[in-house]
């Protein structure tokens, strides 16, 4: 395959790569921890132009307050700026039920500002320990209870016109996902690969890339750095390309051998050890940005990578 022959695929951003701003999820912490929003989704908007981005994968946290009138104006606020939209929703989040939904209500919120793609988490409860249970029974009846919610509102999905994408979260293998894809056996709906989740059930990156490729219409793009220390093994957030994951390999495999993928999501995670928020926050943009040209300079990724 020559440069001229292979398949552009737009960049986007999930919100949570600004989530010390208060965007996204205040994810691994508890509802007193959370962050507070100091920009709006004006100013992401604004950004994500500015930075190059083709779109925004976001949550119900970004569009507060969720007014018939807000949300039209956010729908609105991305037309005019030619940014795609998608919505990013769980089911039972256990650390910010802000971004939970029923199927239905997500679809009528992705169809309020104009996204294309709604982004499911399954929020999967697992037994302990926790190796071994792929298809755990205990597992297979959440998954079951998830898929009927799923099959009802498939009549719903379909008049919107709505694309769906089931995510191998921090609580999911690939061949669960896999499953439940393959259970629902519609077009529209398809897996999210994360780069980095699978490694929170012990699976390992590769294989679950692997085995998600020929299903994947979506993607959370992600990077860390593993790190051994007397404390143990500890897998860290860098910028996109800087990290111990072989992103640019991924994003080919996406091009090549994943018919269904039509975009990629960043997310990025950062570091930020003991700075002040504000210095933090700072960072993590900085963060966000250098992930950016990675994808745009190396990958040839978004807008301007063409």
């Known amino acids: ?65 969720m007014t018939p009138e807000h949300l039209a104006e956010i729908k609105e606020g991305a037309k005019k700026r030619g940014l795609y939209l998608e919505l990013n929703v769980s089911f039972d989040a256990p650390c910010d039920p802000r971004v939970n939904a029923t199927v ?48 009802k509102n498939i009549p719903l999905m379909e008049e919107l016109g709505l694309t769906v994408s089931i995510e191998n979260h921090c609580d ?18 398809g897996a999210c690969i994360d780069t980095i989740n699978s490694l929170c059930v012990l699976e390992g990156i590769e294989a679950a890339v692997e085995k998600m ?43 090549t051998e994943s018919p269904r993928m039509k975009r990629i999501t960043l997310e990025n995670e950062c570091e930020v050890g003991g700075m002040s928020i504000e210095a933090a926050r700072e960072a993590e943009i900085e963060a966000c940005i250098k992930t950016i040209n990675f994808l745009r300079d190396t990958c040839g990724l978004g807008q301007r990578g063409r």
């Not at 912490?29 to 962050?35: E, G, K, M, V």
């Not at 309020?112 to 982004?119: E, F, N, P, Q, T």
């Not at 669960?176 to 519609?186: A, F, G, Q």
């Not at 007397?230 to 080919?252: F, K, L, Q």
């Open 1 to 65: 395959m020559n440069g001229n022959d292979r398949k552009h695929l737009p960049l986007g951003m999930h919100t949570y790569t600004l989530h010390l701003s208060g965007f996204g999820e205040s994810w691994g912490f508890q509802s007193d921890h959370a962050f507070e929003k100091v920009r709006d989704i004006d100013w992401l908007m604004d950004r994500a132009v500015e930075w190059g981005l083709d779109g925004l994968h976001c949550t119900n946290v970004d569009l507060e307050p």
């Open 213 to 255: 490729l020929p299903y994947a219409n979506c993607c959370h793009l992600c990077d860390n750095e593993l790190r051994i220390d007397h404390n143990g093994t500890h897998s860290i957030g860098v910028p996109v390309g800087t990290g111990d994951v072989d992103c640019a390999a991924i994003v080919e495999r996406f091009r």
């Open 172 to 189: 999911t293998y690939a061949d669960e996902v896999i499953y439940m894809v393959k259970d629902l056996n519609h077009p529209s709906i």
């Open 104 to 151: 239905d209500g997500a679809y009528r919120t992705a169809q309020a500002i104009g996204a294309d793609l709604v982004k499911f988490s399954l929020d999967i409860e697992r037994p302990h320990p926790l190796y071994g249970t792929c298809m755990h029974p205990k597992v297979k009846e959440q998954l079951d209870n998830r898929l009927e919610q799923f099959r």
